[in-house]
């Protein structure tokens, strides 16, 4: 009699050990999931989205030298605009592979405009864009920075055209559209 007690005792023990054990496995579970959707809530929150759904979504903290956000997930750095895309489509970016702008929008992190190229796309999507190099360092340049924003300034506040400042600078009309309508210089 006190052998079946014993050992039923014995096997309630085990039992409540075992529940204990399950129950610590999924708070642990709940726990990793829990802090995962508070990361992605706090990256997304990151962003500046007041524009709409369609437009950029503006990168607000730190961005390296290129222009590109610098964020943080799960105790390892990342691109922001990269994080984005891995967050969106919940997998990872294939290996060596780039994340293009359709905007041109280095801080932009909006899904919709992000596309995964090859290295060699992604060469190409910049000389299309002119972003690299830019303006005096691109070799071609015939104006400094300081003349770019000198004909930003006269064209926002006098009566100069695009064919006079053209002439007074020595360069094409289009070259001074592209300047006035920050096609190109957009970095100052
Ligand atoms: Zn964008």
């Not at 007041?50 to 390892?76: D, H, I, P, Q």
């Not at 060596?96 to 992190?109: A, E, Y």
């Amino acid at each position: 009699m006190i052998i079946c007690v014993v050992v039923v005792l014995l096997k309630c023990i085990t039992i409540c050990l075992v529940i204990n054990e399950a129950l610590k496995k999924l708070t642990g579970l709940f726990f990793i999931l829990h802090s995962t959707k508070m990361s992605e809530e706090r990256f997304w929150n990151n962003l500046d989205r007041t524009e709409g759904e369609n437009k950029c979504w503006v990168w607000k903290l730190s961005c390296n030298s290129e222009g590109y956000g610098n964020a943080c997930f799960k105790g390892k750095r990342i691109k922001a605009h990269r994080l984005a895309f891995e967050l969106f489509h919940k997998r990872k970016i294939i290996e060596g592979m780039f994340i293009l702008h359709s905007c041109d929008n280095c801080k932009c992190c909006n899904p919709f405009h992000l596309r995964e190229g090859t290295p060699k796309e992604n060469m190409n999507d910049k000389v299309l864009r002119n972003r690299q190099p830019r303006g005096e360092t691109s070799g071609r340049s015939k104006l400094t920075e300081v003349q770019v924003l000198e004909i930003r300034n006269k064209y926002a506040e006098s009566n100069w055209t695009y064919t006079r400042l053209g002439t007074e600078y020595g360069v094409g009309q289009s070259t001074i559209s592209y300047i006035i309508n920050r096609k190109r210089w957009t970095h100052i």
